[in-house]
C-alpha cells in the first residue's frame, strides 16, 4: 500500500520569498504523484502532477516540483510567494497501474503575508 | 470547461436523518470518488465508482453508501447521520485513459450534523 506523509502542517512565509512544501511517500511499485491547492471554501485544484520522464515538473501559478526517486520525494516549490499563494497543499500519490484509488497526504496550509 | 457540481454547499441535518449528497459531472468520465476532508487528516476515501451501478468501498465506508444509477451521477447516502459525519465532503471524477489521471473536484458540501 502507498502512504504520503506531508510533515509541515503550517509553513508561515513573507510575500516575496521562497518556499518549500515538503512531500515524502512510501511504495513498492512504481507511482504517480501530484500536488493539489485547495483555496478557502473551495474543492481542490490541481497544480502539477508527475507521470513519467523528467524529474523536474512545472506547473501552474509558477509552482514546480521535483521527483526524487531515491529519497520517495516529491517537494513543492516557488522561488517568489505572493499573498494570492495562501491555501492548503495536498500531496497524493497513487500506483501508475490498476485502478485510480489516490492517497493523500494530511495537507500543509501556506500562510502568505505581507 | 470541465465541471464537477455538488448539490449543496453547506447543510444542517439532525442527528438519525438520512442524508442524500449528490454530485454530477460533465466530463463524461467512468469514475467517480467521495472523500470527507477534516483537519489534520487530509482527505479519506469513503466510496468510489468505475462504472454505472459500480461501488467500492474506501477506506472509511462505515455509516455511507452510495448509488451511481447514471454515469454523470454519485450520490453518497448518510443512513442515519450522527454528529461525527460533520465534515467537509468532497466529490470528484477522472477518467481511466492512461495520462489523463488527475481527479477533477467538486466545490465540497459542508454538512454539519446536530
Known amino acids: 500500500a502507498q502512504s504520503v506523509t506531508q510533515l509541515d502542517s503550517q509553513v508561515p512565509v513573507f510575500e516575496e520569498a521562497p518556499v518549500e512544501l515538503r512531500c515524502n511517500y512510501s511504495s513498492s511499485v512504481s507511482v504517480y504523484l501530484f500536488w493539489y491547492v485547495q483555496y478557502p471554501n473551495q474543492g481542490l485544484q490541481l497544480l502539477l502532477k508527475y507521470l513519467s520522464g523528467s524529474t523536474l515538473v512545472k506547473g501552474i501559478n509558477g509552482f514546480e516540483a521535483e521527483f526524487n526517486k531515491s529519497q520517495t520525494s516529491f517537494h513543492l516549490r516557488k522561488p517568489s510567494v505572493h499573498i494570492s499563494d495562501t491555501a492548503e497543499y495536498f500531496c497524493?500519490?497513487?500506483?501508475?497501474?490498476?485502478?485510480?484509488?489516490?492517497?493523500f497526504g494530511t495537507g500543509t496550509r501556506l500562510l502568505v503575508s505581507p | 470547461d470541465v465541471k464537477v457540481t455538488q448539490s449543496s454547499r453547506y447543510l444542517v441535518k439532525r442527528t438519525g436523518e438520512k442524508v442524500f449528497l449528490e454530485c454530477v459531472q460533465d466530463m463524461d468520465h467512468e469514475n467517480m470518488f467521495w472523500y470527507r476532508q477534516d483537519p489534520g487528516l487530509g482527505l479519506r476515501l469513503i466510496y468510489f465508482?468505475?462504472?454505472?451501478?459500480?461501488?467500492e468501498k474506501g477506506d472509511i465506508p462505515e455509516g455511507y453508501s452510495v448509488s451511481r444509477e447514471k454515469k454523470e451521477r454519485f450520490s453518497l447516502i448518510l443512513e442515519s447521520a450522527s454528529t461525527n459525519q460533520t465534515s467537509m465532503y468532497l466529490c470528484a471524477s477522472s477518467s481511466p485513459t492512461p495520462g489523463m489521471n488527475e481527479q477533477f473536484f467538486g466545490p465540497g458540501t459542508r454538512l454539519t450534523v446536530l
Open positions: 497524493a500519490v497513487r500506483m501508475n497501474t490498476g485502478f485510480q484509488k489516490l492517497v
Open positions: 465508482s468505475y462504472d454505472v451501478k459500480m461501488k
